[in-house]
């Protein structure tokens, strides 16, 4: 006997150290996990959303443990004078079937809600009611933390889950549509039809700063959801502040956040889409290289995952570069310019480009042309630093 409470402790049960327990849970059932939670239920409030194209296969095999919305007939977007429809199948996953998963999936004593966290060691966890939990191993998963060590802007949305009185008449996800008054960024309402009387609406900015104007936001949903028609019961709602991360001293920011000999995971560790704020592909992907790797202690364990996130640093300069043009060379109210520009591109470019694997050819074929910004606004964009990532005074 070990004497532990576990052979590994997750703080944090939002998706990444959701997706973590899982997958340990399916490929090594053998090792003891416990997933410490703050909250009363894994997940929170959220809705993450994906493109079939993103996973491997065995990250879609992971995902098909939860009940998700699929559309395999594809998505459209819409931008002013130009709209179109792809057919890259969508998914999307909200944090109450997260949360359903979970508990069906996961042996009874990996989750314990009501958990916050006040200490973390590579071999316990210190709980506010101060009680401890003692593991092999450790990882933090506990979501993104603002640092001055990271640059960019900030993905700001508000969204609303409906019941209409009568079907909607919408077949397939809008992922954009900007066809709508661009507002102090780039502006566009998110349209999800989860069911035939049912929807997903959010509106979505990207902006200079974190503030989220609640009252604001929901007056603007009011009017787009009463210019389509779509009147009825709302079941829940959402709001999200998400970085947009454009440049920065990734090592600086290792080292702010580093508790020795404890993994980080998650946005925390610097896993996500620089660009577009995505972050299931790279939860899905991190919790299965844990899995392959769950004998290791602690140490080593964090010393990897670090490594990773180097790696995955380094493999994403090129959308963080283009961040930086977006909100240094574009004008707020002119952003949605360059996504127009981007979705005339091929279809398969496309999904490359939101799972973060761009060819060099990718790159350059998205670069070519008529830019969509002015040159030189794009040139001083790239040798100026946008604003670090801190909350709003």
């Not at 609640?214 to 959801?225: F, G, N, Q, T």
């Not at 998650?266 to 299965?288: D, I, K, M, N």
């Amino acid at each position: 006997m070990s004497g532990r409470d576990c052979d590994i402790a997750i703080v944090g049960g939002g998706l990444a150290g959701g997706l973590i327990a899982l997958a340990l849970a399916r490929l090594r059932p053998e090792v003891t996990v416990r997933v410490l939670e703050a909250g009363t239920a894994p997940g929170g409030n959220h809705r993450w959303s994906w493109f079939a194209s993103d996973l491997s296969p065995a990250g879609s095999e992971l995902m098909q443990a939860f009940r998700q919305a699929r559309w395999d007939a594809g998505y459209e977007v819409r931008f002013p004078g130009f709209a179109r429809r792809l057919a890259t199948p969508y998914r999307s996953l909200a944090s109450t079937d997260f949360a359903e998963g979970l508990k069906r999936l996961l042996p009874p004593a990996a989750l314990q809600t009501g958990a916050p966290a006040q200490a973390l060691a590579p071999d316990a966890v210190t709980l506010a009611s101060g009680e401890w939990v003692t593991a092999r191993a450790v990882i933090d998963c506990r979501g993104f933390a603002p640092s001055p060590h990271l640059s960019g802007g900030w993905q700001v949305f508000m969204g609303r889950h409906l019941r209409t009185p009568s079907p909607h008449g919408i077949d397939r996800p809008v992922i954009m549509d900007a066809a709508v008054e661009q507002l102090g960024g780039y502006r566009f309402v998110y349209v999800l039809p989860l069911a035939a009387s049912e929807l997903f609406v959010e509106d979505t900015y990207y902006q200079d700063t974190p503030l989220l104007d609640r009252s604001a936001l929901s007056a603007r949903l009011d009017r787009y959801c009463a210019a389509n028609g779509w009147d009825g019961t709302l079941l829940g709602s959402e709001t999200g502040v998400l970085p947009v991360v454009t440049g920065g001293d990734f090592a600086a920011f290792q080292r702010a956040q580093r508790i020795e000999g404890v993994a980080v995971a998650g946005v925390r560790g610097g896993f996500g889409h620089p660009l577009t704020s995505y972050t299931l592909p790279f939860a899905v992907e991190t919790a299965l290289a844990i899995a392959a790797e769950a004998d290791l202690p602690g140490p080593q364990l964090a010393a990897m995952l670090e490594a990773l996130a180097r790696r995955h640093w380094s493999d994403t300069r090129f959308y963080r570069r283009l961040g930086a043009m977006l909100f240094g060379a574009a004008h707020p109210e002119a952003r949605w310019r360059v996504f127009a520009r981007f979705y005339r591109l091929p279809e398969p470019l496309i999904e490359r480009f939101y799972a973060g694997r761009s060819t060099l050819a990718d790159r350059a074929r998205i670069l070519c042309g008529r830019p969509p910004v002015p040159i030189s606004r794009a040139i001083g964009a790239l040798t100026t630093s946008q604003p670090p990532l801190l909350e709003a005074a």
